[in-house]
């Protein structure tokens, strides 16, 4: 698990914090205090997952916002595939759960300024968390078929670093196709990669929904049968806030 420090991209700025220290709690401090700007990203140095988070400073409302959720997805996917076997499988499930061969890897996180000038928020904060090896405190990894990692799916030798180099290059990308294109392509590219016989986290909502499909701004188009109701993705990922994982 040897590594070394990522080198980021001209337009992102890297600080690490020390394993067992959240990112995207600092990265939301840093934000809150102003200490931390846009393109700042804040990286975890814990060798068994990748865990960054990037500040931003949106110049579009608030519900649009919310778009990253699905630029983060396809940034990490378009990565990911440039490293592992053509074999393996990079899926997504609503509202913001990463898949490697069907079994959840990771996922992102994404928290908007209370505070905003215009109707744009002063800052947001896009945190991504990917498992690369078993935890050692799970007593039978790779039985729970739920979820793997990047070591049970054969892609042990990729190191955090050349993840985190790729994706953060990538993420890049997908946000300089989103500001000049905006939401289509990034819609098109996640819905490539949606699972496509599960796509829905199986605890979102009141039950027995439907994914039908993400409208123009990435809300959630779910169906109980009867009708289809439009959830936006940063009211249902609230119970999915990558900082509350600190005690787990």
């Known amino acids: 698990m040897n590594d070394t420090h990522p080198s980021f991209p001209p337009l ?58 699905y630029v983060a997805m396809v940034a990490f996917g378009d990565a990911a595939g440039a490293l592992i076997p053509p074999e393996v499988a990079i899926t997504y499930q609503w509202p913001n759960v990463i898949q490697m061969n069907d079994g959840q890897i990771g996922r992102v996180g994404l928290i908007i300024s209370d505070g905003e000038s215009a109707g744009i928020p002063d800052w947001m904060v896009l945190g991504v968390e990917i498992q690369l090896f078993p935890d050692m405190s799970d007593m039978n990894p790779g039985e729970n078929y739920h979820h793997t990692t990047f070591w049970d799916e054969g892609c042990g030798e990729i190191t955090q670093t050349q993840l985190l180099e790729s994706v953060s290059r990538h993420l890049v990308n997908v946000v300089h196709t989103w500001s000049e294109d905006g939401f289509r392509p990034i819609h098109a590219q996640w819905s490539g990669r949606q699972n496509k016989q599960h796509p829905l986290v199986s605890d979102v909502g009141p039950g027995n929904l439907n994914f039908v499909g993400l409208d123009e701004i990435g809300n959630g188009l779910l169906s109980n049968g009867n009708q289809t109701n439009s959830y936006a993705v940063i009211d249902v990922m609230k119970d999915w806030e990558l900082q509350q994982d600190d005690a787990q």
């Open 12 to 69: 992102l700025n890297g600080h690490a914090v020390v394993d067992g220290e959240n990112p995207f709690s600092s990265a939301i401090s840093g934000a809150r205090a102003g200490e931390l700007s846009a393109g700042n990203l804040v990286w975890s140095q814990d060798p068994k997952r990748l865990r960054f988070a990037v500040v931003l400073e949106p110049e579009v409302n608030r519900a649009r916002c919310a778009e990253m959720v």
